[in-house]
């Protein structure tokens, strides 16, 4: 075994699995814990949506179809993005994808050379910087500066600093897992005007466009792009509709990048699964009730954790304005992976190590409460002695 291993590429001998997992291979199966680790909630996919995959997959909808998706899933993806974010944003400009991931491994494939890099704004969900490694890439993590109530805020001529000539461009996830942290339009257009005169890519990672506390969407790159500039924005069906094991996704960019996308994804996964497309149309479409509620559930959810969280003397817990997770600070854990499998253990609550995220993410914990409120208000009752 350790000699075919050996015999791998470097980059991929290298890749080190997910500290998520590492926490939650110890806990999975057993049904006193209560799974705090993964970014997904407890509510399966809306009736609705499901119903129409059976459907679509009973009506024949089983061949292979267009590489860049349906027509009328990429025409509806185009209307509800032009409504949401105010432009006109033509179905040309966008192309459906195996899951958000898939988008984000696509991109990397697009851009990074080995040797090139990526400066990524962090805390960051590690995937990213994965995709960026398996391609010889450098990932540079850039962090957000944390402030003393435990949010964070985004200082742009950090993450200018941090290009150099082999940069290809700069990637923001907003809203953002773990933090929670929501980019403003300011800071948009200072990312913006930097990307322009540098001839940078802009990544934005807007699977949790959704969902935010207070408004119908955070603030999106789109509202400020010309089509043809250089962005390329990721989203996903798991995050807004529950359909996280569906694994659709879509990705919009400018026009003329879209024939290569569509080649990529041809050699990749030669395009997404047909009759789940014609139930992300149905998704898009009449899912905005579901996505309300789920939002409003979460909001109750959201404030559950952090009150109780901020009761703690050892915790510094900011209420995230968008995404689904409790990130905090725990004054004296220094091995935030350790800690998570202590929590584990004595708890029965899983949750993922700030490590996972960067090390500028060491110290702290995620908490995943997309979850019904009543639950989470079990778990935080159970963490509070470790806490306190
Ligand atoms: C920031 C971010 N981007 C992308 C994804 C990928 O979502 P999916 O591959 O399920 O579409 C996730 C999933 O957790 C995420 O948190």
Redesign the pocket.
């Known amino acids: 075994m350790q000699q075919n291993s050996m015999a791998l590429r470097d980059a991929i001998r290298e890749l080190r699995g997910s500290r998520i997992a590492e926490i939650s291979a110890l806990g999975m199966g057993d049904p006193k814990v209560i799974p705090l680790w993964?970014?997904?909630g407890d509510l399966p996919t809306p009736e609705f949506i499901g119903q129409a995959a059976s459907d679509a997959l009973r009506a024949g909808h089983t061949f292979y179809t267009y590489k860049a998706g349906l027509p009328e899933l990429r025409q509806t993806l185009a209307e509800y993005q032009s409504r949401l974010f105010g432009r006109d944003i033509a179905a040309e400009r966008v192309a459906v994808t195996s899951?958000?991931?898939?988008?984000?491994m696509l991109v990397s494939q697009a851009l990074i050379d080995p040797g090139d890099n990526l400066v990524i704004v962090a805390p960051?969900?590690p995937?990213?910087a994965a995709a960026v490694s398996i391609l010889g890439g450098e990932p540079r993590l850039v962090s957000l500066d944390p402030l003393p109530n435990g949010g964070w805020r985004l200082d742009p001529e950090r993450v200018f600093a941090a290009c150099d000539a082999r940069t290809r461009g700069i990637f923001v996830?907003s809203p953002?897992?773990p933090t929670g942290w929501v980019m403003g339009p300011e800071e948009i257009a200072a990312l913006f005007e930097f990307a322009r005169r540098r001839g940078l890519w802009l990544i934005a990672?807007e699977?949790?466009a959704r969902i935010v506390y207070g408004n119908r969407a955070a603030p999106s790159f789109l509202e400020q792009a010309e089509p043809e500039d250089r962005l390329i924005v990721?989203?996903?069906?798991?995050?807004n509709w529950a359909?996280?094991g569906w694994?659709?996704?879509w990705m919009t960019m400018p026009p003329d990048l879209l024939p290569t996308i569509e080649k990529l994804i041809e050699f990749n996964t030669s395009g997404s699964p047909t009759f789940l497309q014609h139930a992300g149309i149905v998704a898009v479409r009449e899912g905005e009730p579901f996505i309300q509620n789920f939002v409003a559930r979460c909001r109750a959810a959201r404030d559950v954790a952090i009150d109780a969280l901020s009761d703690c003397r050892r915790v510094h817990a900011a209420r995230p304005e968008g995404?689904f997770y409790a990130f905090f600070r725990i004054d004296g854990v220094g091995d935030s992976l350790a800690f998570a499998k202590e929590v584990l253990h004595r708890t029965k609550v899983g949750l993922a190590p700030g490590s996972a995220f960067g090390p500028m993410g060491e110290g702290y914990l995620r908490l995943c409460f997309a979850r019904d409120p009543a639950q989470i208000a079990t778990a935080v009752e159970r963490l509070k002695p470790l806490l306190d």
């Open positions: 993964y970014g997904e899951s958000g991931m898939t988008a984000l960051v969900w995937n990213i996830n953002s897992n990672d699977v949790y990721v989203n996903s069906f798991s995050k359909m996280t694994r659709l996704g995404a």
